[in-house]
């Protein structure tokens, strides 16, 4: 298991930008991959975006591609999220999880309980 924290949530207007950042505790973090997630009130939990535990290959919703981007600096155990241009429609709870070994693909159709860990979330509001 891998402990997880989400952080940079918060309120922005339509056209803005947020970077999100999801830390994760364990001296191994670097072979695990780590998805983006994010739930809307009303509506099912949604694959965002993904990074390989290797860090060569990541993989977006149709619906974030080309404003979202997500990266990792293993040193400081640290998964990025770049959301750029946001939507109200981008308005929802954010949240990472994180599976051993896994590619970037893989991670959009993962299952809530097959991933090793998750964070709690933290909310992101775009305004019109």
């Known amino acids: 298991q891998v402990r997880l924290a989400e952080s940079g949530g918060g309120l922005v207007q339509a056209g803005g930008s947020l970077r999100l950042s999801c830390a994760a505790s364990?001296?191994?973090?670097?072979?695990?991959?780590v998805g983006w997630f994010r739930q809307a009130p009303g509506k099912e939990r949604e694959f965002v975006a993904a990074i390989a535990w290797s860090g060569d290959s990541t993989y977006y919703a149709d619906s974030v591609k080309g404003r979202f981007t997500t990266s990792r600096d293993n040193a400081k155990n640290t998964v990025y999220l770049q959301m750029n241009s946001l939507k109200p429609e981008d308005t929802a709870g954010y949240y990472c999880?994180?599976?051993?070994?896994?590619?970037?693909?893989?991670?959009?159709?993962?299952?809530?309980?097959?991933?090793?860990?998750w964070g709690k979330g933290t909310l992101v509001t775009v305004s019109s």
């Open positions: 364990g001296r191994s973090f670097a072979r695990y991959a």
């Open positions: 999880a994180a599976k051993l070994l896994r590619t970037a693909q893989t991670m959009a159709v993962m299952t809530y309980d097959g991933m090793d860990g």
